[in-house]
């Protein structure tokens, strides 16, 4: 088994359990570790309970795993939650004069921490936080000064007294710890590996500024926001336009007026937003406008969950807006191809002039996760697809005044796209059906020869997505006993489970899809051939994906494990399901989630 | 609006003729806009490959593809949003939108006040005939109350929206009413909102000869009364054309109610903007400035 290491800090919200989680994350990154956290929240700007849980150590940490090590309750509420998940080995600090510890199992140690006589609680009021933090990295192992560098970047804007301040805190609490409390077995490891921690969020905003986006507009929505946020803050630096729109309405068809004006146009927002941006997508569409927008899954239907995460979204995103018409759609498999799959999806969707969505989630868009910068390509390949602009020589077909046919029939499907702004190629691109040149036949030309030739030039479109895009593939041993399939963000979860199963003797292989539309049904139905047990994972109520992969090819899995209760996956749960299928209990597994957060 | 001209060819009036003839009614008001728009733009001499006309959806929506500049016909309601975004895309262009009282005010409402608000560099014309034509004469959100109409057949009992007033509150920098049935005043006024840095709206009394038999031709002319004709009257006051704005009934004024040209455009606004249009730049960020982004999460 992996080394990881997990910290579990839980209290309200406006208590303070991020900037501990920054500080830690920022000294495991420092120590050359890899980390994964996630925060479970509230919609809720102060009170409620937050729990942020940061796995950390020297492979990938694909999640937040099953187990704590070290829990720091900032409240009652979260000493009562959390301490009775703590197993053998683990360790408790908190503050000893406003909090009360519960009964904790065999082997946990209970480290209560004289606040008041280690610091001055009247002047810093997250005094109780520091010290914490100082005597988790004494009991791991870490040498004070990486816990001095990063509390004097923390607090550096408010001056040198209170980085003084902090740093005594820190220290007093580092050194009670050192002489009071066990260290952990195992000290925590050091490599020389540097890496970025990037939000999903923040990698697909990155992911659209290397791709060349130059309009991004968006309407505020959990958990999308982020990705409004890096885009805003960045927008000067990388040369984007960045708005924030009326709704999501306008969001989607601002986007495609900067696409069809010849930028590269991205929006993102959740199911709620998504719903309202529907129409827009057949507009894309039907004008052949190219538009990439980003659907950030919460716990629905309707407002729904807004701080939990689902993989709900599927059949909405199938559906979304009325007709036929060719479409993109791919789920992310962790943060760090939250970042790859944006240039992607743009190359596609402005070589084959349709839309593209990327179905993102909660525990992608707002979980952090170490990335190798050298995975982080910069500098990505940008095809944009056949374009008539005044650089290429839009001038030059200047005497093709009145022959340029704007929807022209072509065996791919993919007409030339001039952009307004280049002389004699004027036309007008129209959401009602039209003719080559873009004149409408749906008033009083309407002709059911010329209907159905766009309609199958506009469709020819998909099966030069589906050449363009690569089957998914197994991974893990041949011959297995299991193989879970999931989609998008379960990845690294699944991932984890199949290793404890292998370890437990159950060979267990993956199947993880990452492009939704083209699936790719064939080559799916010729890799789970060979498979003995088939059980697809997914963060929903119905089998969104079961369903879907069913009704493209008819396969029927042997198994489902479902979860909707808005928490994610955790590798045990999928571990149990997979046995007590196995064992032939059930074909459809619930898993409970032990923590009430 | 900041427009590129193309010196070489002298445009005419044939050049701005789309590839097919108006399937309008005869005798519907949108002819008269239509061909006001086109004067406007043979006199102003903006050639047409540097001009967009966006619609939504509706009978006066068919408009762009009458036109031969750039068009795009979007969707009901949409056609400021999109406008917004081949503004922004590319400011070098003149975009024109064109709709009716029904795309604008009813579906595309929330998209008319906040399009006023942020100061969009486009002219929009809103062929305002009171009725829903296309889907065969319902109520509009201009129809007045008590009218007859398939979808109020004991008559409307919702007091209609005045455009005037609201896009003087949505704080509009260009605000105008014409008549289809006063070419040569509808086209100074066009030529003057295309001209206008700032976004400019412009309603034309557009009569539907088909399904409104209240507000007809005959209905407005006695009515109609242009600003211009009075001499103490200041577009620049904000407040004397909001009083103004209120006037209906046996005088009615047409003419351009407000400028004022002291704010900026959003384009001109967005210092992402100052290097010149987007679509021309490259795409690429430069990869010094993509590595600070990397350096920054580490």
Redesign the interface.
Known sequence: MKQTFAIGIGGAAGQGVATPGDIFAKIF?RRGLHLNAYNAYQSIIRGGHTFLTIRTGPEKVTNMGDRIDLLIPLNQDAMNRHLGLLSDGAACIYNAETIKPGTAAHGVQLCPLPVSKLADISRNKVAQNTLAIGAGLSMMGVGFQALSDVVTEQFKKKGEAAVAENNNVARAGYDYATANFKPFAKPLPMTEN?????SGN?AMA?GG???????Y?AYPMSPSTGVLHWMAA??????????Q???E??VV?????????????MCATSGGGFALMS??LG?SAM?ETPVVVIDCQRAGPSTGVPTKTEQGDLWQMLGAAFGDYPRVIAAPLDIGDCFRMIPEMFNLVERFQCPGIVLCDLLLSEGRLSVE?KE?D??PP?D?GEMI???NGGRAGASSNGTYQRYRITESGVSPRA??????????????EHDE????IS??FTNPTKRRAMMEKRMRKVAGIEAAVPPPALRGPGNADVTLIGWGSTKGVIEEACEILNDHGISANQLQIRWLVPLHGEAILELLRGSRHTIIVENNYSGQFARYLRSETSYVPNGYIRKYDGEPFMPHHIVEAVKEQLAGKTKLSVPMHEIVV | MAT?L?PPKQLTMADLK???DP?WCPGCGDFGVLAAVQKALFELQI????V???SG?GCSS?F??Y?????????HG?AL??????????H??TVLVTGGDGDGFGIGG??F??TMRRNVDLLYIVMDNQIYGLTTGQTSPTSRIGMKTKSMPFGNIEAPVNPISLALAAGASFVARGFSGEQKHLTELIKQGIKHPGFSFLDVFSPCVTYNHDNTYQWFRPRVKKLEDDRAYDPTDWMAAMEKSLLWGEEIPIGKFFERTDVPTLHGA????N?GP????D???P?E??????EE??
Do not use: Q, W
């Open positions: 990154s540097r890496y970025a921690i990037l923040t990155m500024a290397v791709a060349g986006v130059k309009f507009s960045h927008a000067r630096k990388a040369g984007i336009m960045v708005r729109v009326e709704d309405i306008g068809n601002m986007a495609i007026g900067a696409a069809h004006a010849g930028v590269r146009a129409e827009g507009m004008t910068p982080l910069l500098n940008i944009r602009t005044r650089a952009i307004p702004g280049v002389p004699g190629h004027m036309h007008t691109v129209a959401t009602d040149d873009g004149v409408l008033d009083e | 590129t193309e789309g590839k097919v399937d050639s047409n490959h540097d967009v006309t966006i959806i068919n762009p593809g036109m031969n500049t750039y068009g795009m016909h979007t969707l949409r949003a999109v406008a917004t975004g081949v503004k922004l895309a590319n070098a262009l929330n998209h006040v906040h967005e210092p992402v903007l290097e987007l679509v021309h730049r795409p690429r960020v990869l400035v993509a590595r600070s982004f990397v999460l580490m």
